[in-house]
């Protein structure tokens, strides 16, 4: 994917690693649509900002028509609400399964005709190192972003050889989303950096810092090397 003369579009553009992505996409010289529910909360020099809601049917239809050039999408709306799965409020699991699964996947439906339309292009998901790692006070937004993470999968696996499908995974970032943690951070500008570098190398995935890929790398281990002696015992394999 050259994003180069590309034209994007960017979900989620308003803040956060969103509008990295606009203002990095415009300095690489494509031309960029910055989406939100209220595009007057973009900002972004040299974009064209257009309403989008990914929970809304209607609003990623008019999306499409207004936006039938695009031939890279970067799906990065996401929402976290801090809920644990067994005693959280199901109203807000719901809501993170709704907009980080399948908002995702209603964009991606919409706008896959549209890139085919304009030679196969690329999508880009915005995923979590928290897909692979679940972490007491945020679990049900883990599950939202695996569920995210087997979508890219399994998106790539349905456009192979039409479209390219790179998903970008990472640890906390310095946005709005995690302004109330004081742990270290990743700059959301290197994250978007390293991920349209990915993009433009054909990655399948980007993971963008070393706690990301050494959780992956231990997905291979039993769930009590990841999680200590919450639980220590061993994996079995049936037969």
Known sequence: MKIAGSTALVTGASRGIGRHF???????????????RDPQRVDVAGVERLSLDVLD????????EAASDVSLLVNNAGVSQYQDLVTGDMDKIHLEMETNYYGTLRVIRAFAPVLA????GAIL?????????SYPGSTSYSAAKAA???LTNGVRLELTGR??????????TDTEMMSGWDIPKNDPADVVRQALDGLEAGAAEVLADEDTAQTKAALSTTPGVIYGPVLPGPTTQGS
């Not at 049917?57 to 499409?64: F, G, L, M, R």
């Open 22 to 36: 606009a203002e990095q996409l415009v300095a690489r010289g494509a031309k960029v649509y910055a989406t939100a």
């Open 57 to 64: 049917p209607e609003s990623v239809a008019a999306a499409v």
């Open 117 to 120: 339309a304009n030679g196969g």
């Open 125 to 133: 998901n915005v995923l979590s190192r928290l897909a692979w790692l």
């Open 148 to 150: 995210a993470w087997s």
């Open 163 to 172: 479209t390219q499908v790179t998903g970008v995974l990472m640890s906390a």
